[in-house]
């Protein structure tokens, strides 16, 4: 158990290092000027002294070895660069957005688990029978839908249309607070909450109808149903629970896939999260703001990967213990 | 027909409906099994064994269907009772031991927690108590005490059969329905459990339904031997009778097919032609097709019960008088 | 007692089509047929087309008319052509992404399957990693960098969805590999290269095919979002940037969003789902273990399993 803690850690801590490694060598590889990259746009402006001067001030002037080291080193001090847009440093503006994400994505989250899981039993439940495979070919439909596009059909049919939600943002303008404030924050949530609710909860539900369909059919159920074990007591204490091993391993994993989904969320709701921040970066060119936040989100669905990996043990003695005892 | 019977089993009939047709897996099958009394069923795969015992438990799920019979246990028509009335049967007064029990376990279960389920879906006690009964149930059919809260994959076949005879006896039930126990382990693992059975039976008094297609084991275990071929009961008696002086050309058959290693050699015989489908019903004895004394009538009129000895009987028309 | 009524098998009429054996095969047809209709349309597009997608051929922002069934975009160019064009561009990207991505998988799938030792691992550890990669923002951070035309979009989105396949297909190439006849074939000296061709292609081919189909799909949805976030090539309108442009050019401040946002996105949708059905009915062909009773056990695939290695029939992204 513990070999496979410090492998899985191991395994991590490799993808975030080529994330940043990416991250340091795309501007240094991509065709065109560095300072481009490094600047933005002002970079065409400057003359050819103030080129060189900047150079020399962003190390770019050192051997890329040596830039490399000063990068991570940097990292290793959470000092991300400064936002060509914003002005200041990007890690206070990721540390300002961060928790719009975490609202939105925390929510959605518990929703498209709890709704895809519910959804996924009664279809297994009522398996072959016409709304089980209606419900899967809801479900089917839902997943090929491009996220920002269910994105815009919401807002067009809710806020357009119906002008029952307001268009954009996270908080309204003018003063308000307290109590109507939290409101005003709830109702900008819903839209987008329910959007990626819908483009994730697909998943969850295919894994769980297909978990417990199997699972039905195993014989301990059987078993279960012929010592007289109460129903319930059978679909929860059994069905369930050994469906629950590739659920909350799928719930995890859904969880690292948002993260990345809710950029493409925020920007059609103009949501002030993590994900715009990538958005309005490659917009006004602001790379340091988009190498940050594409960071940031990387580590995020580390983790998020990493605790669906530890899960498992814990979920499934097969794992935990493996056996010694051929059969 | 004495009504002091623990088990009494008259005209069953169960079918399932297919894409096909109406297949009768059980038809019109009447046997009984008395207190303390091991009765054997015998018949190769399909005869129709496994579906008598499920529809004793009404464990017959669509397209399955009981369609005639009744069953009484402990003087007590099961069949009266409403559906949700029999979980408090089953597991309690009549156990059952599945096939392909070492299946039966669920992997995120220890063996304890497995047994102590089944004892605390039927007894309100503290869930302690639950854990020591069966922690002892567990070792009093063998299993050592380090390996009780083992899990289902750490432990080996023979082991977990062990357990799943553990879970059926959790609630000292009257009757246990063992269905092919002993199948898909090896020789000596077979003769373990079988002892085991025989064991418990004589230390509890227990009454068992042995089921399995190998017409030996079942002998060595049971008092009575039923043997069934395409849903119907084709021959019933005495173990020892039944095999060694088998009436039905059926069992006779069975009994040729099985080589011993004592007795003079010879040929290792089998019965020609497959097994039949079951499918609709078939007018006459269904052992016709394969059966080397088949005459005429046999083709035409379903054989009745006849006797053919002390308390033995075959459904042959070759005992007709 | 004996029985009463035999039930007589139910008269059927004689079928025109064979007869598709399990829902998975019909939805397979209805894909196809869906997919067809789009090839079609995409290759004709010059003829079904009524203007020059390029051209300003009305005023803007119109609503639907006879002229401009639906209705003209912000600079009066005809929405219906933008999307029968923008046909052309978008299953062209990703197609030739899923080519990309399938000829690279099934490389590292099978090379690593087949040979396992050292370069297996080194192989599967590259895949995880890129496994583990959040894939949107990584295919956004590549497509700023990389350029924004097509054949960067192709190539940014072939890096993103290359790892999934190979997996899947290494999984296959393992089991393949014991397999008696392969085995005895080694046994008697077989040249990898020969056994490779003669044995254990033909029985991962069902399931590259299969694969294939999944990366198509995946790669118009990841084409859409690119392009929507003004990261494809602008100047090749494919459906996503058709979206962009709605939503940057204030489609949403009127009623247009619903002639100029609706049609183009649901065409994404009832491409990719029927990528979806198609590839689902291969899958189920492809892989009896689909159809089987018991959940994989991670044993079969070398470690905790990750989204992408479950075999869940018909789930489309990663």
Redesign the interface.
């Known amino acids: 158990m513990a070999s496979f803690v410090i492998r899985k850690a191991i395994q991590y801590v490799l993808v975030f290092a080529v994330a940043v490694t990416v991250n340091f060598a795309l501007p240094r590889v991509a065709p065109g000027d560095p300072l481009d990259y490094l600047l933005g746009e002002q970079s065409h402006q400057l003359g050819a002294e103030q080129r060189a001067q900047i150079l020399r001030q962003f190390g770019l002037d050192k051997p890329t070895g040596e830039q490399f080291r000063d990068y991570v080193g940097n990292l290793a001090r959470a000092d991300l660069g400064i936002s060509v847009r914003y002005g200041e440093p990007v890690r206070s503006v990721l540390r300002d957005r961060l928790p719009w994400t975490l609202a939105l994505v925390g929510t959605s989250i518990i929703l498209a688990s709890l709704l895809g899981t519910a959804l996924g039993v009664w279809a297994a439940w009522r398996r072959g029978r016409r709304s089980d495979i209606a419900s899967m070919a809801l479900v089917m439909f839902l997943d090929s839908t491009p996220i920002f596009w269910l994105g815009m059909l919401l807002l067009g049919v809710f806020s357009v249309e119906l002008g029952w939600l307001p268009l954009f943002g996270a908080v309204p303008l003018g003063d308000q607070a307290g109590l109507a404030l939290t409101g005003e924050v709830v109702k900008r949530l819903i839209l987008p909450v329910s959007t990626l609710t819908l483009a994730t909860m697909g998943g969850v539900f295919l894994v769980a109808r297909y978990a417990v369909v199997g699972t039905l059919r ?3 159920l ?9 129903t319930r ?1 059978i679909v929860f ?2 069905a369930l ?2 469906s629950l091993l590739p659920i909350s391993t799928v719930i995890m994993l859904n969880l690292g896939f948002m993260l990345g989904g809710a950029t493409v969320v925020e920007t059609v709701f103009s949501y002030p999260g993590l994900g715009r921040l990538v958005y309005e970066g490659v917009l006004a060119r602001d790379y340091p703001l988009l190498q940050g936040s594409f960071l940031l989100i990387a580590v995020g669905v580390i983790l998020c990967n990493l605790v669906s990996d530890l899960l498992y043990p814990l ?4 794992v935990r ?1 493996p ?5 | 027909m004495t009504s002091t019977r623990l088990l009494e089993v008259d ?1 069953l ?1 169960t079918v399932y ?1 297919t ?4 297949v ?1 897996a059980v ?2 099958v009447s046997f009984g099994i008395e207190k303390g009394e091991v009765l054997g069923i015998v018949g190769e795969s399909g005869c129709g064994k496994t579906t008598v015992a499920m529809s004793l ?1 009404r ?1 017959i799920k669509p397209p399955g269907k009981i369609v ?1 019979g009744s069953v009484r246990f402990d003087g007590e028509n099961l069949f009266a009772r409403r559906r949700a009335t029999m ?6 007064r009549i ?2 031991v ?1 096939q ?2 070492m ?8 063996a304890a927690t497995s047994v102590a ?2 004892i605390l ?2 007894r309100d006690v503290p869930r302690k108590q639950a854990k020591a009964s069966a922690s002892s149930l567990l070792q009093s059919v063998g299993i050592p005490e380090e390996r009780i809260g083992s ?1 289902p ?5 023979g082991m977990r059969q062990r357990v ?1 005879i553990a ?2 006896l ?1 609630n000292d039930p009257s009757l246990v329905v063992a269905d092919e126990p002993v199948t898909g382990l090896d020789v000596i693992v077979q003769a373990q459990v079988l002892s085991l059975l025989s064991d418990l039976r004589k230390r509890l008094g227990l009454a068992m339904m042995f089921i399995s297609h190998d017409i030996r084991a079942v002998s060595k275990i049971s008092d009575r031997v039923m043997v069934m071929y395409g849903g119907r009961v084709v021959e019933e008696g005495p173990a020892a009778e039944v095999v060694h002086a088998p009436k039905h050309p059926y069992t006779q058959g069975l009994l040729a097919a099985m080589p011993t290693m004592d007795g003079p050699r010879g040929d290792v015989h089998s019965i020609p032609g497959e097994v039949v489908s079951g499918l ?2 078939v007018a006459g004895c269904p052992f016709e097709p394969r059966c080397p004394s088949a005459m005429d009538v046999c083709s035409q009129v ?1 054989p009745s019960a006849r006797s053919v000895g002390n308390g033995h009987g075959a459904a042959c028309h070759l005992y007709e008088e | ?4 009524t ?5 008269r059927r009429r004689l079928p025109q089509w064979p007869r598709a054996h399990s829902a998975g095969e019909r939805l397979g047809r209805i894909g196809a047929v869906i997919l067809g209709l789009f090839v079609v349309v995409a290759v004709f597009a010059p003829v079904l087309a009524p203007y020059d997608p390029k051209a300003q051929v009305g005023l803007p922002y119109q609503s639907p008319s006879g002229s401009h069934l639906l209705g003209t975009n912000d600079i009066g160019q005809d929405i219906l052509s933008e999307l029968i064009y923008g046909a052309r561009v978008s299953l062209a990207i990703g197609f030739l992404a899923a080519l990309l991505a399938i000829v690279v998988g099934t490389l590292v799938g099978v090379v690593s399957g087949y040979f396992g030792g050292l370069v297996d691992t080194l192989l599967m550890r590259f895949v995880d990693i890129t496994l583990a990669l959040p894939f949107l923002p990584l295919l956004i951070v590549l497509a700023v960098f990389l350029g924004r035309n097509i054949r960067t979009t192709v190539l940014v989105i072939s890096v993103v969805i290359w790892a999934r396949p190979a997996r899947i297909l290494r999984s296959q190439v393992l089991s393949a590999r014991e397999r008696g006849f392969v085995q005895a074939a080694r046994a008697m000296g077989g040249r990898p290269a020969h056994l490779l061709r003669r044995h254990v292609l033909p029985a991962v081919s069902p399931l590259i095919i299969a694969q294939f189909v999944r990366a198509a799909n995946i790669a118009i949805l990841l084409e859409a979002s690119l392009s929507f976030l003004g990261l494809g090539d602008v100047t090749a309108k494919s459906w996503g940037t058709t979206l962009y442009y709605a939503s940057a050019r204030g489609a949403f401040l009127t009623r247009a969003w619903l002639w100029w946002v609706l049609p183009t996105g649901l065409a994404i949708s009832v491409v990719v789902v029927a990528f979806a059905f198609i590839g689902y009915s291969l899958e189920e062909r492809a892989d009896p273990r689909l159809r089987a009773r018991r959940l994989p056990t991670l044993a079969q695939f070398g470690g905790a399993p990750t989204l992408a290695m479950t075999p869940i029939p018909g789930k489309v992204l990663p």
């Open positions: 195993e014989d301990f059987f078993m279960a149903e012929a010592s007289g074990l109460p007591r204490g059994h629970r050994n979920l499934d003695p097969r213990r056996a010694q005892v051929a059969d | 005209g009939s409906q894409e096909r047709g109406t009768w038809q019109d438990l464990l005639a979980r408090a049967v089953r597991g309690d156990a059952m599945p392909a029990a299946h039966a376990l669920d992997p995120v279960c220890s389920e089944v879906a039927h899990y994959h750490e432990l080996s076949g799943v879970m059926a959790a609709g019903d379903h | 007692m004996t029985a009463t035999i039930t007589a098998p139910r």
